[in-house]
C-alpha cells in the first residue's frame, strides 16, 4: 500500500446490523428509522441515507446520501435505476426479461429500531403465458444507524401452477455516470471505467459480439485501445463478497456486500457477473453464464417451491474531500467482514428467512485415501472444498439450481465446519484440490434446528486405477496454469496486463492461430513444460475464411509395455463449449476414435474470458495392446469448428499404468 495510503481517516457511515462500527463513526444522535409513506412513493431514511421506491412497485428510484441527492442514474426512467428482474419462458413464451414490479405494498415492520416493507405480486391462472407463474415478495430494510439497507426476496411456485423455466434472477443497480467511474471488485480488480457513452457509436467499435467493444474515441483519452467487456469482471460465487463504486470528486462508495452465497445456483465456483460499465452493480442469484442450460432451474406442473434470495446488504461510505477515496474499499472490505459475522441475520421478519437457532451445523474431517500416492497412511483432505446441497450423485452440486448450498474449506489438517444450514436434507459433498473427482458421503444428512451433526472422519478415494507413468497440469478444476499468451496489442485490457488473470484479455482464442499457423500443438512429457507449452484451450484454427478442427499430439516413452494389461487415461476438463474430445493412440488416422465425449457443454467460457465452467472427468481404458515400447503419442482432437469459441479447457491429464501388485490387498 502506498504511503499516500498510510492517514488514518474517519469515515463518515454507520454501521450495519443496528448501529456496528463499520470502520467509521457513528452518526449524531443514532436518529431513529423513518418511514414515510407518500402517494406514489415509499421514503426510508435513518438520519444518514434516504432511499426512495415506487409504491406499489417497489423499484428503488433514489439513493440520497453524503449531499449526492440521487447515487443512481436520474438519466434513467424510474423503473431503469434499482429493481430485481428475471428471466423466464414456458412452453408456449420465449425467454422473456421482467422488472420484478409488486402490485400490493405491505409495512412488516415500523419503529425507531428498524423498518421493513414489502412489495408483493401475486400469479393466477389468468396470467397463464403472460407473466411468470411465481408469487414473489420483494422485502427491503433499514436499520437504525445503519449506512445502508437490505434488500431480499421470497419466490414461490404452488402446486398447481404450470411448469416453467427460470434462466435468470438478480437484483441490478444502475448508478449516476456523472459521479461513479472508479469500479473495485479484489485488491488486484479495480480501475477507472469507461462511461456507457464510451460503448456506444461513434465512439467504440463492435467486436466479436455485442458484450465486447474497442473503445477507439473514449471521453478519457486515456482509455482509447482498450477492450470493454462486463464477462472480463466475473467472478465465483465464493469470491463475491464485496463489489462497487467509487465517486472520487466527492469521495463516496456504493457497495453490494453478499455475506453468504447460500441461495446462489451452483456451488462456491459458478461464475457470475459483478459490476461493470454503467456504471452497473449486480447481484446474480441464477444464471446461466458459464455453464448452459444444466443451470437453468425447470419447474414441472405443480411442482412445489420457494426459495429465499439474500438478503443483500447495499452498503454507503464517504470520506473527507481531502481523503485518499481509495481508503472507501478497504473500509468496504471491513464491513464485509462484520457483515459475515452477523449472518445468518437476525433482523429479517420474514418466517421463511430462518435465524441462527433455527439452523444447524456439521463437523467432520476429510481424508484421502492414494495408495500410489502414499502406500502407507492416508492423506489429509487439505484445503479440500466441502459442501451441503439436495441429494444427488457425486458432483451434482454443480448443477444444482433449485435448492441451498452451504459450503466450507477444510483446514490443513482436513477439519470442517458447516454452520448455519437450514433445516432439510442434504448430501455431503467435496473435492480436493490435488485430487481428480468427487466425494460423497453416502448416508443422507438430516438438518434440524440446533442439531450439531458430528460425522467424524469420512474417506474419499479419487478414482485410480494404477501407477501415474505421466502426468499434465495440476487438478484444481482450472485451465489457470496452462498457457495464456499476451493479447494482440489492439485488444488490451490494461487492468490484466501482468496480472495474475491474464486469461481474462480478450480475443486469446484468436492466438492460437498465430502461434500454431499451420500444425497443431505437439507436447512432449519430459521436455516440454505445461506453463508454457499447453496452450489454455483447444480451439478451432483459424484458416482461410472458416477454421478447422485442431488435433493436439502428448508424445511420451514407455520402458515397457504390458501388452495383456489396461491402463488409464484420465481427462479432466475445466470448461467445454459445443466440444467434443477425441481421444487416438499412435494411429492419427483411424475412422473410429478409442473413446469420444461425443458434443459437450454450452459454457461459453473462452469467449467470457473464463478459465473453468462445468467440470467434467473421463476414465477411458486404453488396452496395453494399443501402446508400445518406446516413443508412443496420444491424439486429442477437437473436431467441431463451426465457430471460434468452440472449445475445450483442460484441467489435468494423467495416463495410468496397470495396477501393480504391491497395491492390491
Known amino acids: 500500500m502506498s504511503s499516500s495510503r498510510s492517514k488514518s481517516w474517519m469515515f463518515c457511515c454507520g454501521g450495519g446490523g443496528g448501529g456496528g462500527g463499520g470502520g467509521g463513526v457513528d452518526p449524531p444522535a443514532q436518529q431513529g428509522v423513518q418511514l414515510r409513506i407518500l402517494d406514489r412513493y415509499v421514503v426510508l431514511e435513518n438520519g444518514i441515507l434516504q432511499v426512495t421506491l415506487s409504491k406499489p412497485g417497489g423499484i428503488v428510484t433514489g439513493i440520497s446520501y453524503n449531499g449526492i441527492d440521487n447515487m443512481l442514474e436520474v438519466r434513467n426512467g424510474e423503473d431503469n435505476r434499482g429493481y430485481w428482474d428475471l428471466v423466464w419462458n414456458d412452453a408456449n413464451t420465449p425467454g422473456t426479461f421482467d422488472v420484478i414490479k409488486g402490485s400490493n405494498f405491505e409495512i412488516i415492520v415500523s419503529n425507531d429500531d428498524q423498518v421493513e416493507v414489502s412489495f408483493t405480486r401475486q400469479w393466477d391462472p389468468s396470467l397463464k403465458g403472460k407473466a411468470v407463474p411465481l408469487n414473489i415478495d420483494k422485502r427491503f430494510i433499514m436499520l437504525r444507524g445503519s449506512s445502508g439497507f437490505y434488500t431480499y426476496a421470497i419466490y414461490q411456485h404452488l402446486s398447481d401452477w404450470p411448469a416453467f423455466s427460470m434462466g435468470e434472477t438478480r437484483i441490478t443497480f ?258 480436493v484440490p490435488g485430487f481428480i473427482g468427487d466425494y460423497k458421503c453416502d448416508a443422507a444428512i438430516t438438518i434440524t434446528a440446533g442439531c450439531d451433526v458430528e460425522l467424524g472422519d469420512l474417506l474419499f478415494e479419487p478414482p485410480r486405477d494404477g501407477p501415474t507413468l505421466w502426468e499434465i497440469g495440476i487438478p484444481d478444476r482450472t485451465a489457470a496454469e496452462f498457457y495464456a499468451p499476451d493479447p494482440n496489442p489492439n485488444y488490451v485490457n490494461r487492468l490484466y496486463v501482468n496480472h495474475p488473470d491474464r486469461f481474462r484479455q480478450y480475443g486469446l482464442w484468436e492466438r492460437y492461430t498465430e502461434l500454431y499457423p499451420n500444425e497443431d500443438l505437439v507436447y512432449t512429457i519430459g521436455l516440454s513444460d505445461y506453463r508454457k507449452d499447453w496452450f489454455f484451450a483447444q480451439v478451432p484454427r483459424k484458416k482461410d475464411n472458416g477454421y478447422v478442427g485442431t488435433t493436439w499430439q502428448v508424445k511420451y516413452k514407455l520402458d515397457e509395455v504390458n501388452q495383456k494389461g489396461n491402463y488409464k487415461l484420465r481427462l479432466a476438463i475445466a470448461s467445454a463449449s459445443l466440444a467434443e474430445v477425441q481421444v487416438r493412440i499412435n494411429d492419427p488416422n483411424t475412422n473410429r476414435p478409442l473413446f469420444t465425449t461425443g458434443l459437450i457443454g454450452r459454457d461459453n467460457s473462452i469467449a467470457r474470458h473464463g478459465i473453468h465452467g462445468l467440470y467434467w472427468l473421463y476414465s477411458v481404458d486404453v488396452p496395453g495392446s494399443k501402446l508400445v515400447q518406446g516413443d508412443n503419442t496420444l491424439f486429442l482432437t477437437q473436431p467441431r469448428n463451426q465457430s471460434p469459441f468452440q472449445g475445450i479447457l483442460y484441467d489435468y491429464i494423467r495416463l495410468e499404468g496397470p495396477p501393480t501388485p504391491t497395491t492390491i490387498e
Open 174 to 431: 444502475k448508478l449516476n455516470k456523472q459521479w461513479f467511474q472508479y469500479m473495485a471488485l479484489a485488491d488486484d480488480r479495480q480501475r477507472q471505467m469507461p462511461l456507457p457513452d464510451d460503448r456506444m457509436p461513434p465512439r467504440c467499435q463492435p467486436l466479436a459480439y455485442p458484450e465486447a467493444v474497442l473503445l477507439t474515441n473514449p471521453v478519457d483519452p486515456n482509455l482509447k485501445g482498450e477492450v470493454d467487456d462486463k464477462y472480463q469482471y466475473s467472478c465465483d460465487n465464493k469470491d463475491i463478497k464485496v463489489h462497487g463504486w467509487i465517486c472520487s470528486a466527492q469521495p463516496t462508495g456504493f457497495w453490494q456486500i453478499t455475506p453468504s452465497y447460500e441461495y446462489r445456483s451452483g456451488g462456491p465456483v459458478k461464475q457470475n457477473l459483478t459490476s461493470h460499465v454503467g456504471p452497473t452493480s449486480l447481484s446474480v442469484f441464477l444464471s446461466a453464464h458459464y455453464a448452459g442450460d444444466p443451470l437453468v432451474p425447470k419447474f414441472n406442473d405443480g411442482e412445489p417451491w420457494k426459495k429465499v434470495f439474500g438478503p443483500v446488504f447495499i452498503y454507503c461510505n464517504s470520506l473527507p474531500t481531502d481523503a485518499d477515496w481509495h481508503w472507501l474499499w478497504e473500509d468496504a472490505k471491513q464491513q464485509m467482514m462484520l457483515q459475515t459475522q452477523m449472518w445468518p441475520y437476525s433482523f429479517p421478519a420474514s418466517d421463511d428467512f430462518p435465524k441462527s437457532d433455527q439452523r444447524g451445523n456439521v463437523n467432520g474431517r476429510l481424508l484421502v485415501q492414494d495408495r500410489y500416492v502414499n502406500s502407507d497412511d492416508y492423506i489429509l483432505a487439505n484445503r479440500a472444498y466441502v459442501g451441503l446441497a439436495l441429494p444427488g450423485n457425486a458432483g451434482s452440486w454443480q448443477t444444482e439450481c433449485k435448492g441451498y448450498q452451504f459450503w466450507t474449506v477444510a483446514d490443513d489438517n482436513g477439519f470442517f465446519s458447516i454452520c448455519g444450514v437450514r433445516e432439510g436434507e442434504y448430501n455431503l459433498y467435496a473435492w
